[in-house]
């Protein structure tokens, strides 16, 4: 029943390469998507979800308005109707040859199969949750190599919000509508990416693929070669992992709107706002990183709907 949707690795694999996320409408049969937020629905309608706990550095908050749960979680599992199971075993069984088929058409990411490969959350927003920009494999010891997100939400208009807004390095930002059964994957450690304000319930299956070339040692750190271009540092920064250590000084205040978006005056909003200042405050002080980052600053193009 999940068959139709492994027939498009291979056209997914080169639009990741050139773009670094790719999105694929019907990516299920309609009849199994719609099931699956069937079952979804009464699992979050009798409590089974959790609010969203998250950290970004050494601070551990919760979003607001989102509820979520693990897939492999035990106790959940006992939960589930035909569909979910069927789509546990997939993941777990069938969704190797899924994770296989990956491995062949992306062997630059080094997937890796196995069921401790990865992990599913389902994911419930109630309406006014959203997500600031971050990406999925922050650094160590994160393993996620490939995110794979499908929506269940039928009937979706633009006044409902709740779209992701993904933003390659230095490129044009590009805003998706989570329509249903939409199917969007980007390389984890190479897109940042946001949640806007979602004004209806919105809900989501997200997969992680890990990979055992994610986090070497040159993409921890920022590791520039001494005599490159700036061109040349560009291309390095848009293709690697080491993007991560300065995009929130690039897009310094996006990050800062989509952070107090996020948090909606909640516990935690102040505590995360002052660590994302005293993160700017130390690039400020280093003299050629800062001229570094400036630079970068203005190369950054402007947004387009999609």
Request: charge should be neutral.
């Amino acid at each position: 029943m999940f068959a139709a949707s492994r027939t498009r690795v291979n056209e997914c694999a080169d639009a990741l390469r050139r773009d670094g996320y790719v999105v694929v409408d019907s990516f299920f049969e309609r009849q199994l998507a719609d099931a699956l937020r069937a079952e979804l629905l009464e699992l979050n309608d009798a409590g089974c979800l959790s609010p969203n706990r998250t950290k970004l550095g050494n601070i551990v908050f919760s979003k607001p308005h989102i509820q979520e749960a693990d897939l492999h979680d035990a106790r959940l599992r006992s939960l589930f109707s035909t569909t979910l199971r069927h789509f546990a075993a997939w993941c777990d069984e069938s969704s190797g040859g899924f994770a296989r088929a990956l491995c062949t058409a992306l062997p630059e990411l080094r997937l890796e199969t196995g069921d401790a490969a990865r992990a599913v959350k389902l994911q419930v927003n109630a309406g006014g949750g959203c997500f600031p920009w971050h990406y999925d494999n922050p650094g160590p010891p994160s393993k996620r190599a490939l995110t794979m997100l499908v929506y269940l939400n039928p009937g979706w208009v633009p006044s409902d919000g709740g779209e992701l807004v993904v933003m390659p390095f230095l490129t044009t930002a590009v805003t998706v509508a989570p329509l249903h059964n939409r199917c969007v994957m980007f390389v984890s450690d190479r897109c940042v990416h946001r949640v806007l304000p979602a004004r209806t319930k919105r809900l989501m299956m997200t997969t992680w693929f890990d990979g055992a070339a994610v986090n070497s040692s040159d993409d921890v750190g920022l590791n520039l070669p001494g005599r490159a271009t700036l061109e040349d540092i560009v291309a390095l920064l848009r293709d690697t992992g080491r993007q991560r250590s300065l995009s929130r000084a690039v897009y310094a205040e996006e990050y800062a709107v989509s952070m107090a978006e996020c948090m909606q005056g909640a516990e935690g909003q102040d505590a995360l706002l002052c660590a994302h200042a005293e993160h700017l405050d130390s690039v400020q002080r280093n003299g050629p990183l800062r001229s570094l980052v400036d630079l970068l600053r203005s190369m950054k193009p402007g947004a387009i709907q999609t």
